[in-house]
């Protein structure tokens, strides 16, 4: 197998453990918050993990006690500054310019091609759960605490929770923890469908969740990349439209060897070596 050296960043760990991508938010000093740094390198992460090509599956993850503690409040301060003496009308235009960037920095999560799993612990609140409303799939170890934490500082989630969320809880639960904030707790997180397992501890999760990908990496990468796009699809179109654009989709890039590989290695008991 070739080796990959992913790039380097202040805010993020990026190792590779073969096909499996395992991204840190690594700020633990400031629960993982996320500052101007960590917006940007979210965005150039998740691009370089989309095209590379030894790339399949993707684990998210915090470094220390928490998964993230959302926007770094220090962001508003420069934000402020920045905005300072503009006329009213140009302010709005470029606030809303900032608002859509930051929206960007982390549909790239959601606009990678790899499945990418979220493995949760601690605090994941405000931009925390707009992180994960982006992911795949959701993991959590118990002792974990979700909550749209924005309503309490005034203000309405805008950078993709209010938007994906209500795809992945029923809505009512969307909207009570959208109009009070309140802590959503491991147990809970899973009864709604918010993550699709939660674990006793942070380690067993770990292991679960590496376990996973790892199984989702043997896998044909094509089709598993296709599976992804067409679910996104699925979610925004008719179900009329959806089929049309799957048989467009499967015309077209359904791979033959792909299908031969795997039929033939299922007879023999044994993993098919799928090109990346």
């Known amino acids: 197998m070739n080796t990959v050296v992913p790039p380097s960043f202040s805010t993020l760990k990026v190792r590779m453990e073969e096909h499996?991508?395992?991204?840190?938010?690594?700020?633990?000093?400031?629960?993982?918050a996320m500052n101007e740094a960590m917006w940007n390198e979210i965005q150039v992460c998740f691009e370089w993990l989309d095209q590379e090509p030894m790339v399949r599956a993707v684990v998210l993850c915090g470094e220390g006690r928490h998964f993230c503690a959302g926007i770094d409040l220090a962001m508003f301060g420069g934000l402020?500054?920045?905005?300072?003496?503009?006329?009213?009308?140009?302010f709005v235009e470029w606030f809303r310019a900032v608002i859509l960037r930051l929206q960007g920095n982390l549909t790239a999560i959601e606009r990678c091609r790899k499945p990418v799993l979220a493995?949760?612990?601690?605090?994941?609140?405000?931009?925390?759960?707009?992180?994960?409303?982006?992911?795949?799939?959701?993991?959590?170890?118990?002792?974990?605490?979700?909550?749209?934490?924005?309503?309490?500082?005034?203000?309405?989630?805008?950078v993709g929770t209010l938007q994906r969320l209500p795809h992945i809880i029923p809505a009512g639960v969307m909207?009570?923890?959208a109009y009070t904030g309140r802590n959503v707790d491991a147990a809970e997180a899973e009864r709604?469908?918010?993550?699709?397992?939660?674990?006793?501890?942070?380690?067993?999760?770990?292991?679960?969740?590496?376990?996973?990908?790892?199984?989702?990496?043997r896998k044909s990468p094509l089709a598993v990349r296709g599976s992804k796009q067409m679910m996104l699809?699925?979610?925004?179109?008719?179900?009329?439209?959806?089929l049309d654009y799957q048989a467009t989709w499967n015309g077209g890039m359904l791979s033959f060897e792909d299908v031969m590989q795997a039929i033939t290695a299922?007879?023999?008991?044994?993993?098919?070596d799928f090109k990346d």
Request: hydrophobic fraction near 40%; proline fraction near 1%.
């Open 233 to 242: 699809y699925t979610r925004d179109h008719s179900v009329s439209d959806a």
């Open 20 to 32: 499996v991508a395992w991204v840190a938010l690594n700020r633990p000093d400031k629960a993982n």
């Open 266 to 272: 299922a007879s023999e008991g044994k993993a098919a």
């Open 80 to 90: 402020a500054q920045s905005a300072e003496g503009m006329e009213k009308s140009r």
């Open 175 to 177: 909207r009570e923890l």
């Open 192 to 217: 709604i469908g918010l993550v699709n397992r939660r674990f006793d501890n942070y380690e067993e999760m770990i292991e679960a969740v590496s376990a996973l990908a790892q199984d989702i990496a």
């Open 119 to 158: 493995a949760i612990q601690g605090s994941c609140v405000g931009g925390g759960v707009d992180i994960v409303s982006a992911c795949d799939m959701r993991y959590c170890a118990d002792g974990v605490k979700f909550s749209i934490k924005e309503i309490d500082i005034g203000m309405v989630a805008d």
